[in-house]
């Protein structure tokens, strides 16, 4: 399998930026057909999560963990965090960057998604890369979105 990377730089802080990308349970809020069940308490090494993307009976769920979480803070201008889907269905993990550009920040979300059974990866993953390449981006700019309205107002 191979990852696919997307970068989109904006006019948010750094802190900003990781307040909008990290919030993890908001992912479900812009996500089509997802919801989120979120362990207890913040996001942290070793919190887990699950989405489920369907209709119904129709969901698929993605189990994830965290496995980095380093948020920017006053001496440290870059935040990291890694998650890896550890459910049945879907495997891969994403890595997520923020770090200062110019007057704001630049995201870095690079991923790889992939069934766990997966008989054909050499016609799966070029499908996968696509489809989570545009999925993706899509949540990315709608979290990113959402906080340059709100830090507008």
């Given at each position: 399998?191979?990852a696919?990377?997307?970068?989109?730089d904006?006019?948010?802080?750094?802190?900003?930026?990781?307040?909008?990308?990290?919030?993890?349970g908001?992912?479900?809020?812009?996500?089509?057909?997802?919801?989120?069940?979120?362990?207890?308490?913040?996001?942290?090494?070793?919190?887990?999560?699950?989405?489920?993307?369907?209709?119904?009976?129709?969901?698929?769920?993605?189990?994830?963990?965290?496995?980095?979480?380093?948020?920017?803070?006053?001496?440290?201008?870059?935040?990291?965090?890694?998650?890896?889907?550890?459910g049945?269905?879907?495997?891969?993990?994403?890595?997520?960057?923020?770090?200062?550009?110019?007057?704001?920040?630049?995201?870095?979300?690079?991923?790889?998604?992939?069934?766990?059974?997966?008989?054909?990866?050499?016609?799966?993953?070029p499908?996968?890369?696509?489809?989570?390449?545009?999925?993706?981006?899509?949540?990315?700019?709608?979290?990113?979105?959402?906080?340059?309205?709100?830090?507008?107002?």
């Amino acid at each position: 399998m191979s990852a696919f990377t997307i970068t989109r730089d904006t006019p948010l802080s750094v802190a900003q930026a990781w307040a909008a990308v990290a919030d993890l349970g908001a992912h479900g809020d812009v996500v089509p057909l997802t919801r989120l069940v979120l362990d207890p308490g913040p996001p942290h090494v070793g919190w887990g999560f699950k989405a489920g993307t369907g209709v119904g009976r129709l969901t698929i769920w993605d189990h994830m963990l965290v496995t980095k979480w380093s948020p920017p803070g006053p001496d440290v201008p870059r935040g990291a965090l890694h998650i890896v889907k550890t459910g049945q269905w879907l495997g891969g993990w994403a890595h997520i960057t923020i770090e200062a550009a110019g007057a704001g920040a630049r995201v870095e979300w690079t991923e790889e998604i992939y069934p766990q059974v997966d008989p054909v990866p050499r016609l799966t993953a070029p499908l996968a890369r696509r489809l989570g390449s545009r999925l993706f981006t899509a949540t990315l700019e709608a979290l990113l979105r959402r906080a340059e309205t709100s830090a507008r107002v």
